[in-house]
Each structure stands twice: as structure tokens, then as C-alpha cells.
């Protein structure tokens, strides 16, 4: 009998493939059952998509719940119960000052996001950074360069774009010493605005809080404080890619709550409906005011099903959830941090914020180890752990467990780790 991936590699193309070729029957938790009778350990949450885990009680419930009363009827129709509820929601839980539409994806997300700042601003141009992933629709490659696969073929997808190092303190792009700097990252844009494009071009800045994709970075908090200051000297918004870092993976709802430093803009995706699709521009009520009727759209937008599972969501992370993704992601951290310390000439840098962690696996000389990474994600997977990697050197391992994981969990996948090395 074929496997899922031989079926599925029969009839889709290559562009359909997955980290791994393992065939997923059925989800709870933090586990996923396989197509040949093993269960797996998941710590990549669908890439930050099960927040709360898989398969969550009361997710399904309000699901099902709503399926018996509505599934579409069109948000450019109708107005319906859990899509105005969810927007209340997300607006008293981002200060009350901010409105919200919603879509079906990340990618669609911050298509809107750019939309509206350029429509409100009235200006061409967008920064974006180096290492990024903002996406793989036509506007959102061209905002994205954590790698050149990404882009290729698809040149000149969207015009006025910009790049700016990002704030990379362990592999700094300007040579600095972390702690001993002159924050670089934020004075750049002095010389961007003098040889690249002009501060009044500029219609927005957009950044990951975390940088997902790019090698789980923490840029320090001086780096928004930095950022935030430009915006407003020159009056161009702010824009947070919270797709992955949003609904409690840093610790907070959302990552701008995390490092105190709030956008013009951002948008959220991912673990908003915990498996569900959907996503959302949020942005400050003065700037949504001034996007009229027609200017972006969509028909699959706030589904009433994943809005039903958005909120059950919620609920989750309000009534335990987030906090326990503080208190595990400190415990998961100091437990690497403590596997660093056996193999410093492996484990080049532990970081992260939340349940958002990472460990850079380098060479004896410091260098990105794509190979030793994989041997890891193999051993893994080996033990029946799922592990994925990131960075543009493909040797960032990074950690994606769900808000609800305990330190059992946690240890077990510590221990593959260091019986790994140890090999």
C-alpha cells in the first residue's frame, strides 16, 4: 500500500512538499498520530498554527456549535454574531483604540496591511528587512528575503520596496558587539533616507517583532523604541508582521505587548483560530477610518466557523494558557541553556521569548552547521519528535510547542537532543 507522500508526490507538485514524509492520521495536544501507527511529540504546532494544541475540546466544540447554525453567508452580505463578536474582542484586547478587518491567511493579511498604508499615506514606498518572511503571494515575495528560492523568478512583483539590516546581535550585519553597540540598526536609516529613498516616499516600515522564518531572531527592545521614533519623526506607520509572534506564542496575545512598543499596524494569522483559517489587519481606529469601502476585500474573510474557533481561542489563553507559555518557555530556555553549556562548540546561541525559542548550531569555528542541524531534526524524528529548522543557513533549530505543553514534554525532547550531541 502507498504512503500519503507517495500518493500525494503522484499528484501535486513539487512545490507541495513538506519538511518531512510522514502521513498524519489524526491530532490531540501535543501529539500527532501517523499513518503507520506511531505517535509523535510535536513541537512545530503546524508552524505556530495550534497555539492552544491540536484538536483542542472546546476549539471543536464551538466549532461544531457554529456549523449547525451558519457556515458562509458572506461577510460582504451579511453581518453575523462571531465576526462582530471577535472584532469587539480583538479591539478591547489591544487597548480600544484600533479596528479590525478580516481575511483567510498571513500572506493575505499583509497584502491588506500594505494596502493600507499606502492608501492612507498616500506614498509609493516600503521598508522591509533583510532575513524576512512576510509571505508567498506576489506583494508578499517581494517583501520577503530569508531566501532567494522564495523570490526567484518573481522579480519585480511589487515595485518600492527597500531593504534594512535587521537587528541581529549574535550575528550582527555591522560587526558590533552585542551590549556595546551604538544601535547601529535603528541609525542606519540616517543613511537609507540620504542615498536609498526619501523619508516622505516612505509610506511604512514593516518588520517580524520575531523574525520566524529568518532564524528565530530577538532583536533588543531599543530596536522598536528606534523604530518608533523614525515613524513618527517622519510620519510613516509602523507596521508588526504578527503572524507567528500573535494569540500568546511570545507570552503576550501579541509580541508588541511583549516588547512595549505598539505599531500603526499589524496583523495576525496563524494560531488566531488555532487550525482554522483566518487572519486580520489590526491598526489604529484613525487610519482604518480613512480606508473607504472598495479598497480591499475578499469573500472567505472571517469565516464563521474559524471566528467561532478564534474565540474559543481566546478563552483558552485568557483562562491559563499564556501564562503557562511564560512559565514553560523560562523553564524550556534555562533547560538549553544548560545543554549549551555541555556543547558550546555546537550550540552557538539559545534564544527566544515565550514559546518561541530557537538554538543556532554552528561549527568549531562558528559558522551556520546546516548538516549537524539535520542530523538533530533526523535523530529526532528517529525518537518520534518533530523538530523543524529555520535561518537562512538552515541551522537554527526551533522550538514551536504549544501553550499547553508541560515540562514532561519539554524534558523529553531535551534529552533526544542531548543523546544526539552526544552521539
Known amino acids: 500500500m502507498k504512503t500519503l507522500f507517495e500518493r500525494c508526490s ?22 500527532v498520530q501517523t499513518d503507520d501507527g506511531k505517535t509523535l511529540l510535536d513541537f512545530a504546532s503546524g508552524v505556530a498554527v495550534c497555539n492552544v494544541g491540536h484538536n483542542h475540546d472546546d476549539v471543536i466544540a464551538a466549532a461544531k456549535q457554529q456549523i449547525d447554525k451558519m457556515i458562509h453567508v458572506g461577510h460582504n452580505v451579511l453581518y453575523y454574531e462571531p465576526y462582530v463578536t471577535l472584532a469587539e474582542k480583538l479591539v478591547e484586547l489591544t487597548g480600544g483604540d484600533t479596528m479590525v478587518y478580516f481575511s483567510n491567511s498571513g500572506a493575505e493579511a ?65 560587526k558590533q558587539e552585542k551590549g556595546k553597540c551604538k544601535m547601529e540598526c535603528v541609525s542606519q536609516f540616517d543613511d537609507i533616507f540620504d542615498s536609498l529613498v526619501a523619508p516622505e516616499s516612505v509610506a511604512a516600515i514593516i518588520l517580524e517583532p520575531v523574525q520566524g522564518e529568518g532564524g528565530y531572531i530577538v532583536p533588543p527592545a531599543e530596536f522598536f523604541k528606534g523604530l518608533r521614533e523614525i515613524c513618527d519623526k517622519h510620519g510613516i506607520l509602523l507596521i508588526y508582521d504578527e503572524i507567528q509572534t500573535g494569540f500568546g506564542r511570545t507570552g503576550n496575545f501579541f509580541a508588541y505587548q511583549t516588547f512595549g512598543v505598539k505599531p500603526d499596524i499589524f496583523t495576525s494569522a496563524k494560531g488566531i483560530g488555532n487550525g482554522f483559517p483566518l487572519s486580520a489587519v489590526i491598526a489604529k481606529k484613525e487610519i482604518m477610518q480613512k480606508w473607504p469601502a472598495g479598497a480591499h476585500g475578499g469573500t472567505f474573510g472571517g469565516n464563521p466557523v474559524a471566528c467561532a474557533a478564534s474565540l474559543a481561542t481566546i478563552k483558552i489563553l485568557e483562562n491559563g494558557a499564556i501564562e503557562n507559555c511564560r512559565n514553560m518557555g523560562k523553564y524550556f530556555i534555562d533547560e538549553l541553556m544548560k545543554l549549551q553549556k555541555k556543547y558550546p562548540d555546537t550550540i552557538g546561541e539559545v534564544r527566544g521569548v515565550g514559546l518561541m525559542i530557537g538554538i543556532e ?17 533526523d535523530g529526532a524524528l528517529e525518537r518520534n519528535i518533530i523538530l523543524l529548522f529555520c535561518g537562512r543557513g538552515k541551522n537554527v533549530i526551533r522550538f514551536i510547542a504549544p501553550t499547553i505543553v508541560t515540562a514532561k514534554e519539554i524534558d523529553a525532547v531535551v534529552k533526544a537532543i542531548d543523546e544526539i550531541l552526544a552521539e
Open 10 to 31: 503522484a499528484v501535486m507538485p513539487p512545490a507541495a512538499g513538506r519538511m518531512t514524509q510522514v502521513g498524519a492520521v489524526s491530532a490531540k495536544g501535543c501529539y
Open 110 to 174: 499583509n497584502d491588506g496591511a500594505i494596502k493600507l498604508a499606502r492608501y492612507v499615506t498616500e506614498r509609493p514606498a516600503v521598508i522591509a528587512f533583510k532575513n524576512a518572511f512576510h509571505g508567498r503571494t506576489i506583494a508578499c515575495t517581494a517583501l520577503t528575503t530569508s531566501s532567494a528560492g522564495y523570490r526567484k523568478n518573481y522579480e519585480g512583483a511589487l515595485s518600492g520596496v527597500y531593504f534594512a539590516e535587521y537587528a541581529n546581535c549574535y550575528r550582527c550585519p555591522f
Open 361 to 377: 548550531i554552528v561549527d568549531k569555528d562558528g559558522n551556520p552547521d546546516g548538516k549537524t542541524t539535520k542530523k538533530i531534526l
